[in-house]
């Protein structure tokens, strides 16, 4: 990937770990916790295989975007990777899972290709925006959860 927009979010969930996990890495929750999904499904795998894919219809930015990714790391109760397939923008997204005192701490790290020509110029709006929508999305997590 050429050069990239990068956001880091964590938030910590008043859950055991286990349970934060299953509901996350679980397709059939996404677009109740993460405010950019409109829609996403399984296309094919199961959720816990690695090579899986997923369609998905997100709003990012502002931007209606249509895409599929990839399942690429699973690894219980700790790690989700993900990578574009088909989409408008390469990016790569992971969630961490981890144990902090008696909840557990989830933290999102993404990577997504950089505007180029003309819309370089968008790109610190374009990362402010994102960071925003992955806080809102991971605090959305936490409500669900902790309710």
């Given at each position: 990937m050429?050069?990239t927009?990068?956001?880091?979010?964590?938030?910590?969930?008043?859950?055991?770990?286990?349970?934060?996990?299953?509901?996350m890495s679980?397709?059939?929750?996404?677009p109740?916790?993460n405010s950019n999904?409109?829609?996403y499904?399984q296309?094919s795998?199961?959720?816990d295989e690695?090579?899986?894919?997923?369609s998905?219809?997100?709003k990012?930015?502002?931007?209606?975007l249509?895409?599929?990714?990839?399942?690429?790391d699973?690894q219980?109760?700790?790690h989700l990777g993900?990578?574009?397939?088909?989409?408008k923008v390469?990016y790569e997204?992971?969630l961490?899972f981890?144990?902090?005192g008696?909840?557990?701490?989830?933290?999102?790290?993404?990577?997504?290709e950089?505007g180029t020509g003309?819309?370089k110029?968008a790109?610190?709006i374009?990362?402010?925006?994102?960071?925003?929508?992955?806080?809102?999305s991971l605090?959305?997590a936490?409500?669900?959860?902790?309710?």
């Amino acid at each position: 990937m050429a050069k990239t927009l990068k956001t880091e979010e964590s938030i910590t969930i008043a859950r055991p770990v286990a349970e934060v996990f299953d509901y996350m890495s679980n397709p059939e929750n996404a677009p109740a916790w993460n405010s950019n999904l409109v829609d996403y499904a399984q296309e094919s795998g199961k959720p816990d295989e690695v090579g899986s894919v997923m369609s998905l219809t997100a709003k990012v930015a502002g931007l209606r975007l249509e895409a599929t990714e990839e399942l690429t790391d699973y690894q219980a109760n700790k790690h989700l990777g993900f990578r574009s397939k088909k989409s408008k923008v390469g990016y790569e997204r992971e969630l961490d899972f981890a144990a902090d005192g008696a909840g557990t701490r989830v933290t999102w790290l993404s990577e997504a290709e950089a505007g180029t020509g003309l819309f370089k110029f968008a790109d610190p709006i374009v990362q402010k925006l994102h960071s925003h929508d992955v806080r809102g999305s991971l605090a959305k997590a936490k409500t669900i959860l902790e309710s």
